[in-house]
């Protein structure tokens, strides 16, 4: 994380020196995707944000730069270990969830379980191309009426000849409409399973939402499966069973874990700056003890979001991570950020509820963040079943 600007004694949103932990290789990721997201990303990021559009010609440096699937080794991807991850979303969310949020999409939801349930053929089909950018994937798990609960999902896959016909809706979809192979779950006689449905497959229909106030820079469709019949080699055979969807979910809620934490950091960032600037009272505005404990609290936090995450991020390169201390920390980063942009759009006034200032961009992001890949009180239940053995969930 970069100092204070301003210059003055505060260690900036790094103040447990976090950065002297990391590897040389591990800092040029974070230092080269911080630099895109500061050049090329944020000059465009607010317009995209407020005209409902998602800026995707920013995939082909994104692609260019490695960080589409960074974890997997091979097929064109980078190999990069957990942390490098997790700094590529930290910086991306900096900027903002949409960005971060495609390539989470993309990496630990669509090429994570292509390269762990697949076969051959479907790896080499589509990890190279979706690496590159050439092609886009989305997940569907949600549906309309089954969010926190998809075990009970409606969508259903019938084996039909050496095929299969899958008939049902998904609901809140990122990617949706815009990619060309959706990896969709389906309940099967043998459990819920996942398949690979390409774009233009006939019965296959994408609708997107255009009344969002949150994460406006973002594509998020509905997807509708209307007897859509697909050859037998779109089944990815590894699925067998809604755990294994839950994996993909842990892959992407370790990233929100880190993003979050960049978001934070933007929020105290920006209006650190700002109250530095503005004068109320003959005075600076972060000359007020009331602001400074707002300062005290959000670095406070980030910090503890900072170390939390990266002790997850070196036991997940050990093998040794676990899903509810990736829901522990996928919660936290949450509330972190959503505290963060809480009290910096307040520091900031009136300023703080306009787009010429990125607050009210993440103030609005952190809500669909807050709710997707498990909203709090879910990961809430999963701790709680973590810490007394009796899951509370029905
Ligand atoms: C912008 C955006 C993008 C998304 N992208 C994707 C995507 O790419 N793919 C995908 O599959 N999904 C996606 N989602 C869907 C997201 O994962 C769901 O919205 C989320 O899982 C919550 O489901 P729900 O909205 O149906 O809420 P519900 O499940 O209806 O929950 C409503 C409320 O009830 C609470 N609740 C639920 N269960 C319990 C319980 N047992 N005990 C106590 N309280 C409970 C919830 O915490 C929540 O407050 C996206 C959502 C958004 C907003």
């Known amino acids: 994380m970069s100092q204070r600007p301003t210059g003055s004694a505060a260690r900036g949103v790094d103040f447990f020196d976090v950065d002297s932990e990391l590897s040389d290789e591990e800092r040029l990721v974070r230092d080269t995707v911080r630099a895109f997201v500061n050049d090329k990303a944020l000059p465009i990021l607010d317009a995209a944000f407020v005209n409902d559009r998602f800026p995707s010609e920013l995939i082909p440096a994104i692609a260019e730069m ?47 379980p292509i390269h762990a349930f697949g076969t051959e053929a479907q790896k080499e089909k589509w990890l190279p191309r979706l690496a590159a950018g050439e092609a886009i994937g989305c997940f569907g ?17 019938e084996q039909r000849g050496s095929g299969w016909v899958i008939r049902g809706a ?28 390409e774009k233009g497959t006939p019965g296959f229909t994408t609708h997107d939402y255009r009344n969002k106030f949150s994460l406006r820079a973002s594509v998020t469709s509905e997807l509708f499966f209307d007897d859509c019949e697909v050859p037998g080699d779109a089944l990815l055979p590894g699925t067998t069973g809604l755990k294994h969807a839950l994996m993909c979910l842990t892959q ?41 404990a707002k300062f005290a609290e959000m670095l406070t936090e ?40 809480h009290l ?28 997707y890949e498990g909203t709090d009180d879910i990961h809430t239940l999963i701790l709680g079943d973590r810490i007394t053995g009796k899951p509370a969930f029905e």
Request: glycine residues 10%; charged residues 20%; proline residues 2%.
């Open 66 to 112: 490695g960080l589409l699937g960074a974890s997997i080794t091979g097929y064109g991807c980078a190999g990069a270990n957990s942390v490098a991850y997790g700094l590529i979303c930290q910086e991306l969310e900096r900027g903002d969830s949409g960005l971060r949020s495609f390539v989470s999409v993309q990496s630990s939801l669509v090429m994570y």
């Open 141 to 157: 798990l949600t549906e309309p009426d089954h969010g926190s609960d998809p075990g009970t999902m409606l969508t259903r896959a």
């Open 170 to 197: 998904k609901a809140w979809i990122t990617n949706g409409s815009i990619a060309d192979v959706a990896l969709v779950w389906a309940k099967t006689d043998e459990g819920i399973r996942a398949f690979l449905v």
């Open 252 to 292: 992407a809620r370790y990233g929100i874990a880190w993003g979050t934490i960049g978001m934070a950091a933007a929020c105290y960032e920006a209006a650190l700056h700002y109250a530095d600037q503005r004068i109320v009272f003959g005075r600076p505005v972060s000359s007020f003890q009331l602001q400074q």
């Open 302 to 341: 980030i910090s503890k979001g900072q170390l939390l995450n990266l002790r997850l991020g070196r036991l997940k390169d050990q093998g040794r991570a676990d899903f509810a201390q990736v829901s522990m920390a996928k919660r936290n980063g949450c509330r972190t950020a959503r505290q963060a942009a």
């Open 344 to 371: 910096a759009r307040e520091i900031l006034g009136a300023a703080g509820v306009v787009h010429d200032y990125p607050i009210a961009r993440h103030f609005c992001n952190i809500e669909a963040v807050y709710t």
